[in-house]
Each structure stands twice: as structure tokens, then as C-alpha cells.
């Protein structure tokens, strides 16, 4: 059994983490730390855990995570930086859902995010934890930087076409769709159900944060740079991303054979049949990303169609697929989930 | 024309009296006061004023309704108190749409809102602004006490059984659920999209601060004390009350007959044919409340359907009716919406 | 393994079977039946289920079903009595989710159904699949009754009162709400996301077909008949039922402990501390109902506030758990759901 | 007083006019048809018409149309082209929501539209009716095709930029999405609260039928052809349409300044300000269109965010726009519609 410690379990990750953790066959759960809420039963936060987590929130200040061989931070941005060095040196492995060691380059970083990293040292040993892309170098990472959400959508939309080199890198478009759960579950008045409810809008536009990540990963799989106009916009519902990204062609080439022979033999990776339009109920609470790709009345525009659920396959759920890479598990222990339709 | 002040106008009833009161024939918007937004234009606030309201947020410091005919307090619950003396004595007359002077007994409203009454001299000349039961006195009313969202439908639903004596007081049951806008526009984790959404819940079942109100009107209608049991519920929507009310009806009566009669002469009070279930919908931004009544299988519990639009007759709809009858208007000028159905 | 068929797989309670037992470590899913469908693939018209059911839908008239140990009807009314006795006479026992057996009374039945039934020498042999109450018969049971999605909420918050004898019989009271997939996938306009979406109201005021058989199962607790008036409400959602029930306490009780006493065994009913406001994503995709009993201000009116998905604990999780009854497994076997939150 | 008709009043865009219309201080409104509703009060389908509107459904055998001055159409496609030329010929003029009289060539709109045109000696006749594009033709017209929703907002959204020739017009991207009455009232699956309700997705990748709608307008803007990808998405939610338009700028322009002078004079279009992200709610029964300009990190690509409600400026808002223009009347009569937010 992985002995398995989360740090910040009050935010949607931390709740999804425990959602799949506490049912996870190889894992016992061993704390979830909370400064705030240490003491408090975790399922009397959210009583969905009532009869599978059974902890209490423990204060971080009594150690409890020194005995766990991995550590999840579902934290915001600028903590497991602070605390990621010592982990590791006692032998702990790190995934952060956060961004702290998403983008390699510091100075980029610090621009984005807004503040001086802590621990730079680690920024090139962190490993990138997109299975589809660096399955191998997650097998052997110490320390994961989980992508966001968006990202991982994009990332996988994009791929193929990348990887084969069938478009033009300069000028690519992702139109994305998020679901409101991607903010996390702070009080914020454009947030609440009466302003994000019966509303669409776009946000971020001239720049988000997932924006440079996006673009160093999109840059890796062409081996060049890419220019990407990317544009958030909030969903008036609670779970689900849809990514719709727009390339242009430079060659002819059978888009949907591309698609499928890329993701035969991926796990979390769904290729829809041809004229296919997936949906984002189609992937709720599930680890899987869905895909369909269309050349509109033949043109030289490709538009790629991808789902997911942003708290698993954008978060948690690609979290716990690493650790089961990291730990020479199937990598799909635990991550068996048949989506909540309707 | 009237010229109008608001105190408050950056929540829920504040931004929906500017709805109203942009659009009133009679109306001089003359200043809408925010300590923390003064000098911003309302309509950078609210996107959907553009065009309709020029004022920007006024610095109560600088007095500007100090030459209003009439100052809705669009306010917290605590605020209209402090003030209400000395508009009065300067011949401003007061429409609160907060709960500050609802409840005659000053001992019932200090344990219910956990404060002291700053302004106990003005609970007896206070008129509850209900006009389907207080027209007289609201026409010549220094200060309106406007009522809560809750209590205007109840007190609507119950009003012919109560005048007519034909169910026993002791027994009421009202189970009331509310779009979310009835909270106001506070940034809190339980009204965030990905709590309040896609979820139902009751709340306040010990005791909610509409009890009293209810309770005290009620009693007036029945003429002696009535035992009520309150249910409010949380609907994973916007805008719109629904009541559903139970009384066991001690003798046989034509119902249908006894509310079209009721309201035969209300201009805001709708009274659907008999079998009917009103919608929500039905009054989204209209000033309008929906009734029916059913007898269930012919039983002895008589079951009375209310829906409201929580912001409109049962807030800032319903201060304008009361401000149009203070100042010898025609009680619908301006109120003649149509509601927007889908 | 328990070989599996469905009949009727294409509605709500068919793909919410499906996605139970295509997972539950017992089954064998071998047919999935659908006059319309035939020959398509289920994955086809549910992309969710996509790697989990590589069945096609089958045509009836080829006998698929003949080897099943036991089939499930997720059709409307009227199916299931028409081929229920062949089946049992072939030795395949049938869970149904439909209301062809739930009312013992042949007369009732009709009445509200408006049908002639095809089966009424079953009527006294088919078993009310409410294990909270009928447990052992439904170990032994050829033909299971499935309750309905408020009879279910509905019984199990009565459940310990009437048991107990603490409550006046004749008044009851069930304020009950649902999200719109119990109504299943039919084209119905009323239904219409432009309709039923960001609305709320009542409906079946004058009679459900739900309150006989909820008057029947609380008869039956209680020992006599009850009166009760049931008032169904259509929530702006898809899945979740909240019941709130109200009734006159005839003498005085310890709610909270008859309440956690009485549920102390079973698995998939969960009492909630003293005070608690059970909500519905609390429960979403797991078989489980969550109560919460109050006593507003202490007076003689109890309050019951109850919760489930009314696809799992309110149909097929509901229908898989008298599954394992009758075929000796354990009663949680692929149920052990975590509820989807946020 | 302008006597107006309406050819089937029972859809989401009927009702809308009905809204409108009913208070507009111009119009006296003669008859609503329905072959199916005929002698059935409207108001009895719309509960949000009682008191505004107390027409019964005219049957059009009893020809209810003949003394009206203008007649809308709110009718499925191919209605209208079957009954124009009579009416025009009667002296009646008409205004056709539905798409008969919107794409100028034949073959195209016979492809698109599956069926043989009936009317085609009409097609040259009929006035565009974007009033910000053809104001003077519609002033003069007889024959007014009211554009479609998705037309209106990407139209509205690149004729600045096309009219300034500052964009590749070939390789445009409409990323577009809607609410769903869009897809109007109709029992259709798909349409159910239970499966577009918590979901998004894309439709119509391969083509939608309002693509050669909007490539005919933004050629005649632009004065050539132009290549543009369009792509319709279904919000979970009824009303609003939100487009997200790309383009490659082909010099340098002060794109904000571009959008205020294009549209300074037009009463139903609003630029906000600079780094703005327009949301649908901010238009919520309103006849306007509110646009952004962006130019994400100084690239060369321009992206334009563009809202409106597609039953109002998107449908009748627009349709009665039209009318006022035909009748002389000042444009804005009857459409000084505050938005109803939140």
C-alpha cells in the first residue's frame, strides 16, 4: 500500500483527490492537512465522504505527512514550492496539482505568476506529469508538476497535429470552455451562482496564466515555437472543459487515422468516430479526455474538438494516474470510473 | 417628478430598483450612494445599465440626498435604522427594503437580528408595505417598512383563508424554496455556482428572520396568534420564489371563488384558473405575485401555490408600488412588465 | 456471476444500470434490449459508457434474454406485467423498475394507472423492493417491485416515526422535489431545457401516481391507514429528490436517537447529526439516502428532510441492492459509490 | 397605430414578439394564427402574457390577416415563401423571422435548406434586415429577412474590421455559442433539460445552415469573398449568444477607436471600453449587441468578443427594429428594454 499524504484538502481538487484516493485499492490515506480546519472531521466539510474518509484534518504543524511515500498539494499557487525541497530530501515524492514547477523557466514563471520562486533548484528535475507526453520520465520523478486544466485539454487536442507536423505553428487558436469548479472554491462575488449562473462570457483574454504553459508544451511537441492565441471563457456549470482548437493545414493528410493511430494505445485518451461532437457530460467525473477531429467543407482549416473533466483528467484524476506511474501500478488502478450521464 | 435617492445600490435590490426606477415616468434618479464604489459610474458596476443610468456612486459624506422627496434603503439589515430619524425630520420620506422596521416588537426583532434597535420611536409609525392588506396607511406613510421576499408570498397565499376564517391557525405549514438571489450579492462559499448549483438543500429550519414577519402578519389577518412551521429551501437558480402552503380547512368553502374574489381588484395579484401550478417563470421581472389554490383529492388540507419574482414583488417591485402610492401615482406606473418568458 | 439482462436500456434507469453493473465485480451483462435500437452499439447512443459496454442493443425477438439469471425492466409502465410470468416461469427472476407490481391492489392500480392489468395473479407474490423494510422477503423473492423515486425518499424519512407511533396518522404531509430525469428521456416539450431550466413549480398537485403507493407503504409501517397529501415539484436539475416532510408529534421522543437507532444497521441510510440540512449533491450518483429530522423552536411539528439521487438509491442503484439480496451477496457489492461533489 | 399580425405565435421567438409588441406604444396587435392553438387564449399557453395580451390563437382559415399593415413571421423555415407574395400583394408588409428571404442566391439556400424555394422572384426584393448595415433599403422596404441570431452578433462583430479591410478575410474563425431557445420549441431529445442542461458541446462542425448567411454578409462588407470557419456550441443555459471572432490583422489600426467611430451612432450596439469581456447576462432581454475589441499581447491577431440575446436582437428585438424603421417611427420605440440582471 502507497502511504499517500494531501496537503490543502478543502479545495474541489482536494475533494476529488479524496473522492478517488479513498477508493484507490493501493492506497491508504494517511492525512490531509488543514491549518485552518485541523480537528475537523473531513467528511463533516463534505459529507459526499461521509463512510469512506474517515480522518480528521490534521495541522501541519504535527508533521503529519514525514511517514508518506507521496504527497499530493492541492494548494494554491506558492506553497509546495515552500515546502517541496525538504520533502524530497526525506525521501517523500511530490505531486502539485498547483504551478509551481509547470513552467521551467523561472523568469517566465515569476512574470505570470507574480512572485519570486522558491525553490528554482527544482525546476528542472520537476518532470511534466502529461502521461500521453512524458510517461517515462513520470515513472522515475521525485516531483510532479501536475498541468492545469486548460493545458492538458489543449495539449492533447493538439498533439497529433504537432508531433506530425501538419500545421501551421504560428497561428494557433484554443477557444475553451471551463466549467466554474476550474476557480477553485473561494469566495469571490463573480463567482457566485447568481453572477457565473445564466451567463457566458470570456475572461483572461489578454493573458491567462495557462497561457505560457500551454505554449511551452505546444513548442516541446513541434520543436519550435509556436504562436497560440488561447481564450478562456466560464461555463454556467460546475464541472467540464471544452477546448476548440482551430489550425491551419500545410499538408494534406487522413486527420482521423492520425488521431486514432496516436492514442491506440492510451488509456485516458478517447478518440471519437469521424463527425463526432463530444460532450462534456460524456467525460463528468471521469479520467478520460474525449477528442474528434473536423476539416469543415474540406478546407485547410482543422478544428479539433476536446473534453474533459478539469477537476480528473484536469486535475486530480491525472494526478492519480501519475502516482500509479510513479509507483509501477496499472496505470489505470483506480481510475476505472464510468462517467455520471445524465 | 419624484426625485428618488438610494442608499445602497450595488447589491441585488439596489441594481434592480435601478432597473425600475431608470425606466419611471415620474422618477429623478437623483443619487445612488456607495461608500466603498463613490465616484465609479453605476453602470461600469453593472454593465447592464448602460445607457439607461449616468449617476456615478455618490460618497454619503457629501449629502447628496439630502434633496430627495423619497431615499430607498436598498441597504444590509441595520443601516436604515441609523439614518431614518433625520431624513424624516428633514422631510425625506423612507422606503427600506432591509428588515429594519418589519417587525413592530422591538424585543422580537432585537432577538431574531442579534441587535439593538437604533430607532425604536419609528417602529409604531412604520407602515409594512404590503399593499394588498395596508393600502390606506402606505398612502400616507412617512416610512415604509417594505416587506421581505419570503413573507410576501406567504402572507399573500394565506391572506383569503385567513380573512375568511376557513382553516385552523394553529397548524400552517409554509414550504417556501428561493432562487439565490434572495441571499444579496455577498461573496460567500455556500452561494458560489459550484455549491449553490446543481444542488437543493433546505436551510434555516430551527428558525429563519422571516418567522416573525410572517408570523406577525399573519396574525393581523387572522385576528389571533397562528402557529407556523417555515421551510426555506435553496433553489439552484436565480431569480424567483415558489410557496407551497398547507392548512387544514375547517369548513367548506368554494376556494377558486374565495381568491378570485380576494383579488378580483389587484393589480399585482394573479389569481390562475382553478387545477393551475404557477412558474416561477411566469413573473421573472415582473411585479406580479401567481396564486392557485387545490383541495387536494377533496380532503380537509387545502394546498395554496405563490410564486414571485423574490426581487421584484418581493423587493424592489414592491417598494415601487409602495413609493407610487405615497405619492398619489398610479399604483402600476411603471411596473407594467411583462415578464421574460423562456 | 450473476448473468444480466436488461430490457429497455435506453432511458435514464437503463444507462444508470448499465454504468452500475458494468462494474459491479458479480455481473455479466449479457443483453441489452431495445425494440428501436437493435443492433447498435449501447456505447453509441452513451458515449459515457464507451469501454465499459461493448454490448449492441438487442432485439427482443431474438431471445436474448433466455439464459439470464435475472433481468431488469427499465421500461415505462405496463411492459413488465406483460412479460413477467413466462420469465418466471422459465426460471429468470426480474427486478422492476417500472410500477406494474408496487401496489398490491389490483383496483388502486388500474385506477391510477389507467390500464387493465395483464398480470394480477403477481401481484401478491411480487416483493416491495424497499430492502429498509422488506429485507428478508427480498432474499427469497422471484419478482421484485422497485419502489419509486419519491416512495422511496418518502418512506424512509416516515419510516422510524410511524414505527415508533409518535405522529398523528392522519395529516401527513410530504413536500417532495425533483430533478427532471425522473421524468426519463421522452421528447417532451414541458421538459425542454428552455422550459423546466431556470424555473420552478409544482405539479400533479391533485393527484400523483406516486400517492398510493406511498400510502401503502406507510400504512403498512404504521399499522393503518394515513392520510397524506404529497406535492411533487419539478427543480431546475437533472438528478436529486429532496422530500420535506411534515407531521404532528402525538407525544414526546428523542428524534435525533430514534432516528439513528432505528438506521443504525443499514448501509445506504445515513442519519445526519442533530441540526443538519441534507443536501442533494450530497448524494449524487451514490445509492444512499441522507435524513435529517428537526423540531422547529420545539414545538409538536416534526420536520424530516431527506435526500438521494433519484436514479440510484430513488431506481437502479436501489434495484441493484435487491440484486444482491436475492442472489446472497453482500449487500454493498458495486455500490460502494462516492458521491460526485462538487 | 400600426396594425400588426403574427403567423405562429406558439414558438420561443412568437412569444418574444409578443412581449414586445405588447407594450410597444405604436402597435395595436390584430391577430396571432395557429392552426393547431386556434380559439385557445394565448395568454392560457403563456402565463407571462396575462393581462398584456388577450387575443385568442386566430385559426388562418378566417384569413385574420388581411387588415394588418405588416405581418411577422414566426414560423418554421419554408412558411413564409408560401404566403409572401399574396400578402405583398394584399399591401401587407412582412417581416420574415425564419430564413426564407435571408441568402440572395437560390442554389445556395435550396442546398442548404433542403427543399425547392417557393418564392424566388421575391429573393431580390427582400431587404437584409441588419439595420446597421442596410438602414436606408429597410426603410423602403416591403419584404424584410430578419437575419438570423449567430448572423447578427459575428456580423455585427467584423463589419468594422472588414469595412477598414484591416483583416485576412481568409481565414475568419466564428467560435460561437448559444443558449438554447436558439434551437427553438420543439420536443426534441436533445433539447431536454436532462441532456443540455450541466453540459456544452459543440454542433454543426461540418456546417450549419447559418454559414452562408454570414459568409453573404461579410462579402458584401468586405467586397470579396471571404473563408470562415464557424463554430455553433449549446450552452446550458436559454438565453444569449456569445461570439468569439478571430481574424489576422493585416496592418495597424487602433482597433478600439475603429469600433467606437463604426458604431457611434447606432443605438443597439455598445463598444465598452478597452480590455472589456462582455457577458451575456449584461443583454438579457435587451435589443442590444455589446462588443469588445482585443489584441491578445500585441499579436497580430484581433479577437472580438460579441453578446446578445438571440430572441431579441438576435430575433423579434431586431424584427421590431425593422418594423419601426418601415413605419417611420423613431428606431428605439417600444425596444428601451433595461436588461434584466442578475
Same mark, same amino acid.
Given at each position: ?11 474541489? *481538487? ?18 490531509? *492537512? +488543514?491549518?485552518? /480546519? ?16 474517515? #480522518? ?38 511530490? $505531486? ?13 514563471? /515569476?512574470?505570470?505568476? =507574480? ?8 525546476? /528542472? ?8 507526453? !512524458?510517461?517515462?520520465?513520470?515513472? !522515475? ?32 487558436? @484554443?477557444?475553451?470552455? +471551463? ?22 462570457? @470570456? ?23 509556436? =504562436? ?12 467540464? $472543459? ?7 493545414? *500545410? ?39 474525449? #477528442? ?17 473533466? !478539469? ?7 491525472? @494526478? ?15 481510475? /476505472? ?6
Amino acid at each position: 500500500m502507497i502511504k499517500v499524504g494531501i496537503v490543502g484538502g478543502t479545495g474541489y *481538487t482536494g475533494v476529488e483527490l479524496l473522492r478517488l484516493l479513498s477508493r484507490h485499492p493501493q492506497v491508504s490515506l494517511r492525512a490531509v *492537512t +488543514s491549518r485552518k /480546519e485541523a480537528g475537523m472531521p473531513v467528511a463533516d466539510m463534505y459529507s459526499s465522504l461521509r463512510g469512506f474518509v474517515d #480522518l480528521c484534518f490534521s495541522d501541519p504543524a504535527d508533521q503529519p505527512l514525514q511517514d508518506c511515500d507521496v504527497v499530493f498539494f492541492a494548494t494554491p499557487n506558492g506553497i509546495a514550492m515552500q515546502q517541496a525541497q525538504a520533502m524530497l530530501d526525506a525521501g517523500i515524492r511530490i $505531486i502539485d496539482l498547483a504551478a509551481d514547477f509547470r513552467i521551467r523557466d523561472r523568469a517566465t514563471w /515569476e512574470q505570470w505568476y =507574480g512572485m519570486e520562486h522558491a525553490a528554482p533548484q527544482l525546476l /528542472e528535475e520537476a518532470v511534466y506529469g502529461l502521461p500521453e507526453v !512524458n510517461r517515462v520520465q513520470i515513472r !522515475n520523478a521525485r516531483l510532479i508538476a501536475n498541468p492545469g486544466c486548460y493545458p492538458t485539454a489543449v495539449q492533447l487536442g493538439f498533439l497529433p497535429l504537432l508531433e506530425a507536423g501538419v500545421i501551421d505553428t504560428r497561428h494557433l487558436i @484554443a477557444d475553451c470552455k +471551463s466549467g466554474v469548479s476550474g476557480a477553485g472554491r473561494k469566495a469571490e462575488v463573480h463567482a457566485l451562482l447568481a453572477e457565473a449562473g445564466d451567463n457566458f462570457k @470570456a475572461y483572461g483574454v489578454p493573458g491567462h496564466r495557462h497561457l505560457p504553459e500551454i505554449r511551452q508544451g505546444l513548442a516541446r511537441m513541434s520543436g519550435q515555437d509556436v =504562436g497560440l492565441t488561447f481564450t478562456p471563457h466560464l461555463l454556467p456549470m460546475i464541472r467540464g $472543459i471544452h477546448a476548440t482548437l482551430y489550425g491551419r493545414l *500545410t499538408r494534406d493528410v487522413d486527420l482521423q487515422q492520425l488521431f486514432e493511430q496516436r492514442y491506440a494505445d492510451e488509456p485516458f485518451v478517447d478518440v471519437l468516430p469521424a463527425g463526432s461532437h463530444p460532450e462534456t457530460r460524456s467525460v463528468r467525473g471521469a479520467n478520460v479526455c474525449r #477528442l474528434a477531429v473536423h476539416r469543415p467543407q474540406g478546407g485547410d482549416t482543422v478544428v479539433v474538438l476536446a473534453v474533459e473533466d !478539469n477537476l480528473v483528467k484536469g486535475a486530480a484524476g491525472q @494526478a492519480v494516474q501519475n502516482m500509479n506511474l510513479m509507483f509501477g501500478l496499472p496505470e489505470t488502478t483506480g481510475l /476505472e470510473l464510468v462517467p455520471l450521464l445524465p
